[in-house]
Nanobody, 118 residues
Framework: QVQLVESGGGLVQPGGSLRLSCAAS????????MAWYRQAPGKQRELAAR???????AYADSVNGRFTISRDNAANTVYLQMISLKPEDTAVYSC????????????WGQGTQVTVSL
């Protein structure tokens, strides 16, 4: 059974930092393209950051330079380091694993709330 468990969300003031974690079981994060998506109230879910099996990274323009995605294969965990947080970063952040191979395998975590407010 595959599980992606996010943690690290919470309430933070503008300009603050948070680090989200996505702990995986049932799959190896080293063999999946891993990503963080976010969904703000009343908005569509959007890709925030992605790390490929080869280690390449990509970011949404709105978070580029402030967010960093990384992967710890030994811990089987993916992280999202967020700095200089803004109120518009408020959203539910969800971890996604995409196999990317000929067989479709795609998994989601339950999400963690990030609220940026005074």
């Amino acid at each position: 059974q595959v599980q992606l468990v996010e943690s690290g969300g919470g309430l933070v003031q503008p300009g603050g930092s948070l680090r989200l974690s996505c702990a995986a079981s049932g799959i190896l994060v080293s063999r999946y393209h891993m990503a963080w998506y976010r969904q703000a109230p009343g908005k569509q879910r959007e890709l925030a950051a992605r790390i490929t099996i080869g280690g390449g990274t990509a970011y949404a323009d709105s978070v580029n330079g402030r967010f960093t995605i990384s992967r710890d294969n030994a811990a089987n965990t993916v992280y999202l380091q967020m700095i200089s947080l803004k109120p518009e970063d408020t959203a539910v952040y969800s971890c996604n694993a995409d196999y990317g191979g000929p067989i479709y395998r795609n998994y989601w975590g339950q999400g963690t709330q990030v609220t940026v407010s005074l």
